[in-house]
């Protein structure tokens, strides 16, 4: 930034120092209506249970009890953010000198501040950053002017990585301790908001880049022992390159508690890709998986068919067999019991003779003789 | 004489202190943070780094400000 960029970008400043001067007695009224407005909701509840107990509506006297409690826990929280925002100091607005003067140690301490007109923000580029061996590149700090005003209640700056190198568990923590571009300023933040709250711009990105440059092991979002290697595609354990496996098919890399061994060929795969015996349920690659009974079209593993059927089909086919065999057995005709007609005739004892009870002959015809009812025999 | 002594360390509070004259930066360094090591601090006088030995005048502008902050989540 040039001199005549400076002074532009110091007006501004010295712009948004006011805002956020009035904005301070703007926050003191929000809370201060969210406050009042507890003691609204307890006397609505008040006569809600005034009117319960004159109708000895126990159940309903004790509902509101219930909410009457649950206001009044909230009044200490409400009473405390008020009395810390009325107990700040108040900030002199400071000169436009002194701002100017700010600007120029600023352009000391870092190589690269720039000013983005576009989106209203005072930039400063960090030298690279590695944490224990880690690279994590660089980061620009950006101080939105319009967000600086609304301080109380909002972030006024963001710290987005330049070359990110998130962690392999989540790509929006580009550093232990950032987040979805937001610093969590820990030790730092109070004297963070007070160097904002004084226009000491380069005391605020000092500090903001000593947080960058320092790892704490007992708080950060993501470990830096856990930073780098692959993640789990189907659980999302980070775990080390060497202790992974591939789907051999999507090639996503997998922990060996996720991977799956088909039963059938050996073959390891991702849960997403496993297909499943649906007679032992155990897994099979997406190739083996296509075998299926031929009688009901189950996918099953080798082992679990029997001339191509399932457990079930085949036992149904056996079944089959066996009440067919017995139909076939009751359908063969008995020689044995089959009826015969005697005729009678010379050969028989006595003469011939006709059986009476199979004639059914006129006594007075001439040539004609009885004809029995049975099979003609030749 | 009247300094300004912005501590960046902890509150970050700026306030007018009293110090003897011809005190040095680090003898002013010793006796404001007793325990604590220099360099573990960005020590600037009117917003300029000095040397160790610089003499403090009236109404100097001195910062401290941790070169190690620990964040958190």
């Known amino acids: ?378 | 004489m009247k300094l300004l002594f912005i501590n960046n360390d902890g509150g970050g509070f700026a306030d007018y202190v009293q110090v003897s004259d011809g005190m040095t930066v680090e003898q002013f360094f010793k006796q404001e943070m007793p325990g604590r090591k220099a360099e573990d601090y960005l020590i600037r006088v009117n917003r300029q780094p000095v040397p160790r030995d610089y003499v403090l005048q009236e109404n100097d502008r001195v910062t401290l400000t941790p070169t190690k902050v620990e964040g958190a989540q």
Request: glycine content about 6%; proline content about 4%; charged content about 25%.
């Open chain 1, 1 to 378: 930034m040039n001199d005549k960029e400076l002074m532009h970008v110091a007006n501004l400043i010295q712009e948004a120092m006011l805002q956020l001067r009035k904005g301070r007695y703007l926050e003191c009224m929000r809370q201060l209506g969210l406050f009042t407005s507890r003691f609204s909701d307890l006397a609505r509840d008040a006569r809600k249970l005034g009117m319960a107990l004159s109708h000895d509506w126990l159940v309903a006297s004790e509902h509101t009890c219930k909410a009457i409690s649950g206001h009044l826990t909230e009044i200490p929280y409400a009473v405390s953010k008020l009395q810390s925002l009325l107990d700040r100091r108040p900030r002199e607005v400071p000169s436009l000198c002194a701002i100017v003067d700010e600007l120029r140690s600023l352009r000391d301490e870092f190589d690269d501040v720039a000013f983005n007109a576009e989106e209203g923000a005072l930039c400063v580029v960090t030298d690279p950053i590695s944490l224990e061996g880690v690279y994590l590149g660089r980061f620009r700090i950006a101080l939105y002017l319009e967000k600086s005003a609304e301080l109380y209640h909002k972030t006024a700056y963001y710290v987005i990585a330049i070359d990110p190198h998130p962690t392999a568990k989540d790509e929006a923590v580009t550093h232990p301790h950032v987040s979805n571009e937001m610093l969590c300023e820990g030790d730092g933040a109070a004297a963070i908001r007070a160097a904002l709250e004084e226009g000491r711009l380069c005391d605020f990105f000092t500090l903001v880049r000593s947080i960058l440059t320092t790892y704490n092991p007992d708080s950060p979002y993501v470990a830096l022992s856990d930073w780098e290697g692959v993640s789990c595609y189907d659980c999302g354990y980070v775990m080390d390159e060497e202790s992974s496996y591939y789907c051999s098919l999507c090639d996503n890399a997998i922990c060996d508690q996720c991977s799956r061994v088909c039963v059938d060929c050996g073959e390891v795969v991702c849960g997403s890709c496993a297909g499943l015996c649906e007679i032992c349920e155990r897994s099979l690659c997406p190739t083996c998986a296509k075998t299926t009974c031929i009688g009901c079209e189950s996918v099953c593993c080798d082992s679990c068919l029997t001339d191509g059927l399932c457990p079930e089909c085949k036992q149904q086919q056996e079944n089959e067999d066996e009440e067919h065999e017995d139909e076939q057995t009751n359908e063969k005709p008995e020689t044995d019991g089959a009826q015969t007609i005697r005729l009678g005739g010379r050969l028989a004892r006595g003469g011939i003779q006709a059986q009476a009870d199979h004639t059914a002959v006129q006594p007075d015809s001439v040539g004609q003789a009885a004809v029995s009812s049975g099979p003609i025999r030749g």
